[in-house]
């Protein structure tokens, strides 16, 4: 039986890394074997090429370059990690996936969506996540839970105009696939965005049961 595949999606601070150790704790007490991951990310390979991404450096990135390296990362992440793990049964939990790409370098970038639709097709095809969690946070305050955060990498020191581009990227996305991504109100409670999250994780262990039949 094959495994679920699930992503987070959302803008910076919005409570992805909290959701998944949630997920995570969730999991182990359903006995269900699964696999953390994260993007750009996830091998060997594909955790350099995220540094390349998200290094800061003085030299201009170019748009096409970053979104060429981001499916590169993918195509590795895919077909060395993810689909292996799915095919034993195993769930697989990454912290981000492909929506991101065409909410940061799409939507926030202003890049072609129809060559991101052609690299989707090509790299990732029909290996959607079978659900997408996209936690969902006002700009100001998604900043104000990073702000104490030491560290930040060339996306974290974007405008709030991109920071907001990328979160109506998101609910544009999640309107016209609401099948697969589902919307978490992020705001609330950490104990509310859990019981929320843990009603998705329910339905999709639920449909797993059933494909065992
Ligand atoms: N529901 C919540 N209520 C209050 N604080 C929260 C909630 N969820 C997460 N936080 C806190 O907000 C901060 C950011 O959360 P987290 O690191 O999970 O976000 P993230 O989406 O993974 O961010 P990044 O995009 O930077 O990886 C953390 O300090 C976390 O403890
Ligand atoms: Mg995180």
Redesign the pocket.
């Known amino acids: 039986m094959r495994g679920k595949f699930i992503s987070l999606e959302?803008?910076?601070?919005?409570?992805?890394?909290?959701?998944i150790n949630f997920i995570q704790e969730w999991l182990e007490s359903h006995d269900i074997p699964y696999l953390m991951t994260r993007e750009p990310g996830g091998t060997p390979l594909a955790e350099e090429i995220r540094q390349l991404v998200l290094a800061s450096r003085d030299e201009k990135v170019n748009d096409t370059t970053e979104l060429l390296l981001v499916f590169a990362a993918r195509a590795q992440h895919l077909a060395e990690k993810i689909q292996p793990a799915l095919d034993k049964g195993i769930w697989v939990i990454s912290d981000r996936f492909l929506d991101s790409s065409y909410v940061y370098q799409g939507k926030a970038r202003g890049g072609d969506v129809s060559v991101i639709d052609q690299l989707s097709a090509w790299v990732v095809g029909d290996n959607k996540p079978d659900a997408t969690l996209l936690?969902d946070i006002s700009v100001q305050q998604g900043q104000q839970?990073?702000a104490q955060r030491k560290q930040q990498d060339r996306l974290d020191n974007e405008s709030i105009a991109f920071h907001e581009k990328v979160r109506e990227g998101f609910l544009e996305r999640a309107r016209v696939d609401s099948d697969r991504i589902k919307v978490i109100d992020?705001s609330?409670?950490?104990n509310e965005?859990k019981a929320q999250i843990e009603s998705q994780l329910m339905a999709l262990n639920h449909a797993w049961a059933g494909e065992a039949e």
């Open positions: 959302g803008g910076e601070g919005s409570g992805k890394t909290t959701a936690l839970r990073v992020a609330l409670t950490l965005v």
